[in-house]
């Protein structure tokens, strides 16, 4: 018996995604019942997670951390339209005057899917709607799993993000690069003293699991 698919695997079909519909889409929430109004929204009205999301996607790509085509509002200018503060006058392709946003339209401009679960395993996300067949933890990442152990789980997921985002190398040797990550997320994986304070002992541990770099070096400058 044919079984109907979830209001989001609809979703999967597509190869490129708006910025809106990504952020939504990182939350759990299905695009097509918000996306039109969600921007007009009071910011404490929007899915949890969202605002996070998004600023995330915008600072990414942005700073050219995630690529995507950019695109701005643009309307053709009236015979006495004056550009506003945020505006500014250019030209379509058949020579006429336009005016424009200076800021992207993140409801227009767009990612690949692939792209954006690169950057995303790069922020040590790897479950949810880009990732169906991860959402069901591996045995040795699965905090609930008996034989769990949370520095193994560590080195992986430090391995993972430093392999996959070139960002976190830049300027940086792998193992560097490696205890950076493993501080900001030292609280998912146990690697905190009593005070909340990164556990350094620990975390030099698990980078030198970690690390595939072990003849050191200096670290190359960016875009070396």
């Not at 969600?38 to 996607?57: D, K, Y």
């Not at 300027?171 to 501080?183: D, M, S």
Request: glycine share 8%; charged share 25%; with cysteine.
């Amino acid at each position: 018996m044919f079984e109907p698919m979830d209001s989001l695997d609809y979703w999967r079909l597509c190869d490129e995604l708006s910025v809106i519909q990504a952020a939504l889409l990182i939350v759990g929430c299905d695009p097509s019942e918000s996306q039109d109004m969600l921007m007009n929204w009071e910011s404490h009205q929007r899915p949890t997670g969202f605002n996070a999301a998004l600023a995330a996607l915008k600072h990414a790509i942005l700073a050219g951390r995630l690529p995507a085509t950019i695109r701005r509002s643009a309307w053709e200018r009236g015979w006495n339209e004056e550009p506003g503060e945020d505006e500014n006058i250019g030209h379509d392709s058949r020579a006429r005057q336009i005016i424009y946003k200076a800021d992207p339209d993140w409801s227009l401009t767009t990612a690949t899917v692939d792209d954006l679960r690169t950057w995303l395993r790069g922020r040590g996300l790897k479950s949810g709607f880009f990732f169906p067949e991860e959402s069901e933890s591996v045995d040795y990442c699965d905090p609930k799993n008996q034989h769990y152990s949370p520095k193994l789980a560590a080195a992986i997921g430090a391995w993972e993000a430093a392999s996959k985002d070139s960002t976190l190398t830049r300027g940086k040797t792998v193992k560097q690069a490696i205890v950076i990550w493993l501080r900001r997320n030292a609280d998912r994986f146990g690697l905190t003293k009593d005070d909340g304070s990164p556990n350094e002992q620990g975390i030099e541990e698990v980078s030198k699991i970690a690390n595939w770099d072990t003849k050191g070096g200096a670290p190359k400058t960016p875009g070396g």
